[in-house]
């Protein structure tokens, strides 16, 4: 089986303080550390247990700049055996539907069994892994947290509300969405990044994908970023349990809760 898996390059909140910038209509991106989005980690996880049972390849890849290089090197080494970069000025100010657009030229050039997305990544549209679906014309699955190859097939399982699980039966080629808790993302050492470091990882412009710049230039622009007003603070109810519940259903009262 053939598993292409989409990755991106985002901010690493854990390393950076998040700031507005002066327009107000994105982050200060100055100077901030950058990982790889987190959902894709487990998406590329997956995609390396899947292999491992029914075998076949991972080829990994990922729309940015020069720097999103070291994403693909990162899970090459985590195990995918290729790395594929989408590179070109074109692609810098494009939107989630010109994103897909360019991964689904990439996906033409290759003969894939099943493509994986992270269930969301920085911007928190989770768009891309539907979009690529609906252009290619084949079954797509969003927050998948459990899969099973069956021939031709695969078992899929979703998160749905309320902590419920809902199963399908998919045929492939498809495109999958994944969310985190699937697996448990493998660690990668400094052994495995020493030994991709100086593999080639070829890169595709506009013209190498036959894709027209205008065809994947943004049609949605963000428009403003605010921080949200802060409320009130909590209110603690002291006392013993049949006070704090006394208290408690009064306050739901006079608030309009209870009647």
Same mark, same amino acid.
């Given at each position: 089986? !053939?598993?292409?898996?989409?990755?991106?390059?985002?901010?690493?909140?854990?390393?950076?303080?998040?700031?507005? &910038?002066?327009?107000?209509?994105?982050?200060?991106?100055?100077?901030?550390?950058?990982?790889? &989005?987190?959902?894709? &980690?487990?998406?590329?996880?997956?995609?390396?247990?899947?292999?491992?049972?029914?075998?076949?390849?991972?080829?990994?890849? /990922?729309?940015?700049?020069? !720097?999103?290089?070291?994403?693909?090197?990162? !899970?090459?080494?985590?195990?995918?055996?290729?790395?594929?970069?989408? #590179?070109?000025?074109?692609?810098?100010?494009?939107?989630?539907?010109?994103?897909?657009?360019?991964?689904?030229?990439?996906?033409?050039?290759?003969?894939?069994?099943?493509?994986?997305?992270?269930?969301?990544?920085?911007?928190?549209?989770?768009?891309?892994?539907?979009?690529?679906?609906?252009?290619?014309?084949?079954?797509?699955? /969003?927050?998948? &947290?459990?899969?099973?190859?069956?021939?031709?097939?695969?078992?899929?399982?979703?998160?749905?509300?309320?902590?419920?699980?809902?199963?399908?039966?998919?045929?492939?080629?498809?495109?999958? #969405?994944?969310?985190?808790?699937?697996?448990?993302?493998?660690?990668?050492?400094?052994?495995?990044?020493?030994?991709?470091?100086?593999?080639?990882?070829?890169?595709?412009?506009?013209?190498?994908?036959?894709?027209?710049?205008?065809?994947?230039?943004?049609?949605?622009?963000?428009?403003?970023?605010?921080?949200?007003?802060?409320?009130?603070?909590?209110?603690?109810?002291?006392?013993?349990?049949?006070?704090?519940? !006394?208290?408690?259903?009064?306050?739901?009262?006079?608030?309009?809760?209870?009647?």
């Amino acid at each position: 089986m !053939e598993i292409l898996v989409c990755v991106k390059r985002v901010p690493d909140t854990s390393e950076n303080e998040i700031e507005l &910038n002066g327009a107000g209509n994105d982050i200060d991106r100055d100077d901030l550390v950058y990982s790889v &989005n987190e959902w894709d &980690n487990y998406a590329v996880e997956e995609a390396l247990q899947i292999v491992d049972k029914v075998g076949g390849g991972v080829t990994v890849i /990922s729309v940015g700049d020069d !720097e999103s290089e070291e994403v693909l090197r990162r !899970e090459m080494a985590m195990g995918a055996d290729k790395g594929i970069l989408l #590179s070109d000025d074109a692609f810098e100010e494009t939107d989630g539907r010109g994103i897909a657009a360019v991964l689904k030229a990439a996906v033409d050039k290759g003969n894939y069994d099943l493509i994986l997305t992270g269930a969301q990544a920085d911007d928190g549209a989770a768009q891309v892994g539907g979009m690529l679906a609906a252009m290619m014309d084949v079954p797509f699955a /969003s927050l998948v &947290n459990t899969i099973e190859v069956d021939g031709d097939k695969l078992k899929i399982g979703r998160e749905i509300e309320g902590g419920n699980q809902e199963m399908h039966e998919i045929s492939m080629p498809c495109v999958l #969405s994944i969310q985190t808790g699937i697996n448990e993302p493998r660690y990668v050492g400094i052994r495995g990044i020493r030994k991709v470091a100086s593999v080639e990882i070829p890169t595709m412009g506009a013209a190498d994908l036959g894709v027209d710049a205008a065809a994947v230039a943004a049609r949605v622009k963000r428009a403003d970023y605010f921080l949200p007003d802060l409320g009130e603070g909590a209110e603690i109810l002291e006392g013993d349990t049949d006070e704090i519940i !006394e208290k408690l259903i009064e306050l739901l009262k006079a608030k309009g809760g209870l009647k």
